[in-house]
T-cell receptor
Framework: DVKVTQSSRYLVKRTGEKVFLECVQD?????MFWYRQDPGLGLRLIYF???????EKGDIPEGYSVSREKKERFSLILESASTNQTSMYLC?????????????FGSGTQLSVL | GNSVTQMEGPVTLSEEAFLTINCTYT??????LFWYVQYPGEGLQLLLK?????DKGSNKGFEATYRKETTSFHLEKGSVQVSDSAVYFC?????????????FGSGTQLTVLP
């Protein structure tokens, strides 16, 4: 089974702190994604990566950056956390089969910024 | 732009009741349509999908039919179980099932009571 592991289930940080959210996948997938999930808004794509050291902005990249130094690891960075970044963060990796891309999600990190 | 509209939750049903969760979409071109499910404490997982008009996706007793004329992809199950309690997300992709192009609805919380 594909496993996408997010390092923390719950995280509490203070405004202005630098925050790292870590995600590791064990299936050698090329593609990895970071989403945030908010009530009434569904999932919104923050950043994604199709290869090591490669990153592309998603729909809501402001206030975030990412790092992909190794294929299996994709980190989301909040340079200076703000209260409006309190959210559930979901990491995913994907597998392309016959031109269809299937997503595999981690169980999420609930971040609270005080 | 592309968008997905789901019925507001939460939805509470008794075991063995009939379930419908409405989903309508707006998209350019001919999207692929998906239902994802998120069980408590877990990440999202693909429940079913349909890639062209009149296709029916089905899995675990759930069904949804791609209706181009009404731009809808309603999720149905004839007899729900307590274990179906979860959040359900409708989604579309306008690029051959590419994850980068996924647009999610806001999610519908389903609670099934014994």
């Amino acid at each position: 089974d594909v496993k996408v592991t997010q390092s923390s289930r719950y995280l509490v940080k203070r405004t202005g702190e630098k925050v790292f959210l870590e995600c590791v996948q064990d299936m050698d997938h090329e593609n990895m994604f970071w989403y945030r999930q908010d009530p009434g808004l569904g999932l919104r794509l923050i950043y994604f990566s199709y290869d090591v050291k490669m990153k592309e902005k998603g729909d809501i990249p402001e206030g975030y950056s990412v790092s992909r130094e190794k294929k299996e690891r994709f980190s989301l960075i909040l340079e200076s956390a703000s209260t409006n970044q309190t959210s559930m963060y979901l990491c995913a990796s994907s597998l392309v089969v016959q031109r269809n891309e299937k997503l595999f999600f981690g169980s999420g990190t609930q971040l609270s910024v005080l | 732009g592309n968008s997905v509209t789901q019925m507001e939750g939460p939805v509470t049903l008794s075991e063995e009741a009939f379930l419908t969760i409405n989903c309508t979409y707006t998209a350019t071109g001919y999207p692929s349509l998906f239902w994802y499910v998120q069980y408590p404490g877990e990440g999202l997982q693909l429940l079913l999908k349909a890639t062209k008009a009149d296709d029916k996706g089905s899995n675990k007793g759930f069904e949804a039919t791609y209706r181009k004329e009404t731009t809808s992809f309603h999720l149905e199950k004839g007899s729900v179980q307590v274990s179906d309690s979860a959040v359900y997300f409708c989604a579309l992709s306008v690029s051959s099932g590419s994850a980068r192009q996924l647009t999610f609805g806001s999610g519908t919380q389903l609670t099934v009571l014994p």
